[in-house]
């Protein structure tokens, strides 16, 4: 790791520290030239993942389009910036957990929903009529009815 002061390319690991969720590492480094201490983040990074889009081609799988995607839906929404990388970050281990090496990008669209319809339904709604092309008044309707009816059973349960 390359000192970000003086650019000197050693440095060397003075501590390190698992974070919460178990998906990322922060290390406390020194550098070996000037002394300078700095912390570094390390992230699991989904490498290798095509995703098969509706008319069949390949590509590779990109975060930049899932964090641009749930942003748009929670745009003016209330959430902390540690919640929304929480979300992404569970969004990516779904999507780590439902991959042999590709996945389709409807599956990523389905596992995209059902996390935001528990992070904020107003932005489940939102990303669900883009995502199904909601074409109507009446598919809208139908989404908010099946929203406000797992709502009820939810909270009958509780």
Request: with cysteine; charged share 35%.
């Amino acid at each position: 790791m390359q000192c970000v002061l003086c650019g000197h390319a050693e440095t060397k690991v003075v501590d390190s520290r698992l974070s919460s969720d178990g998906a990322s590492i922060r290390r406390r480094r020194e550098c070996l030239k000037c002394a300078f201490r700095f912390s570094t983040l390390e992230e699991v990074e989904l490498l290798g993942l095509s995703v098969v889009k509706r008319d069949g081609r390949r590509e590779q799988y990109s975060r930049e389009k899932v964090v641009h995607g749930l942003k748009k839906a929670l745009e003016k929404r209330p959430y902390t910036e540690e919640q929304f990388n929480q979300l992404v970050k569970s969004v990516e281990r779904d999507i780590q957990k439902k991959s042999q090496g590709e996945i389709t990008s409807a599956q990523i669209g389905e596992l995209l929903m059902k996390r935001l319809r528990q992070f904020d339904k107003v932005a489940y709604i939102r990303f669900a009529s883009v995502y199904q092309s909601f074409e109507d008044v009446e598919m809208f309707e139908r989404a908010l009815r099946e929203l406000s009816k797992r709502r009820r059973q939810k909270k009958v349960r509780s």
